[in-house]
């Protein structure tokens, strides 16, 4: 590999005779937002291709009450709404955000949020009953 004289990559092939070249193309910066819905904050960052939710309980206790709930085999009450904290990660087809990555394994491969009226989202998930349930995330004017 190496660079030209306007900085361009020129990759040179190694197991067939070959070169590229590698312009750098103008992407826009991604949009961040602050949401909120009920006792969940978080954020959601996305450009024109790609998503990022994560989401949260600010003041809730650490998860290890409810892991060690189910290890006694109950079903702790904090349990229900575990699957909204977490982290998604997506792409868009067109307004519909489609889950790659997710905290949320019932998620991966699923419309998880949804572009809505400006400064609003649709948030959904699928919870351990095998239920979508869904929430509108609204921008959370208290902090910036």
């Known amino acids: ?3 030209d004289q306007d900085g ?8 067939a005779e ?3 070249l590698w312009r750098r193309v ?12 009920g006792p969940l904050s978080g954020v959601v960052i996305w450009s024109d291709t790609v998503f990022l939710l994560a989401l949260g309980e600010p003041d809730a206790p650490s998860t290890s009450g409810i892991l060690s709930a ?20 997506g792409h868009w087809d067109g307004d519909i955000g489609i889950a790659r990555l997710s905290t949320n394994p019932f998620c991966e491969g699923h419309p998880v949020l949804s572009r809505a009226e ?3 989202f649709i948030a959904q998930y699928q919870d351990f009953e095998g239920r979508w ?6 921008a959370d004017q208290s902090r910036k």
């Open 26 to 37: 103008a992407s826009p910066l991604p949009t961040a937002m602050r949401v909120r819905a």
């Open 8 to 15: 361009h990559l020129i990759e040179d092939g190694v197991h």
């Open 18 to 20: 070959y070169q590229e």
């Open 118 to 120: 400006a400064g609003t």
């Open 1 to 3: 590999m190496s660079f």
């Open 133 to 138: 349930q869904s929430m509108t995330l609204q």
């Open 70 to 89: 189910l290890e006694r085999g109950e079903q702790p009450e904090a349990l229900s709404a575990h699957p909204w904290s977490g982290y998604t990660m």
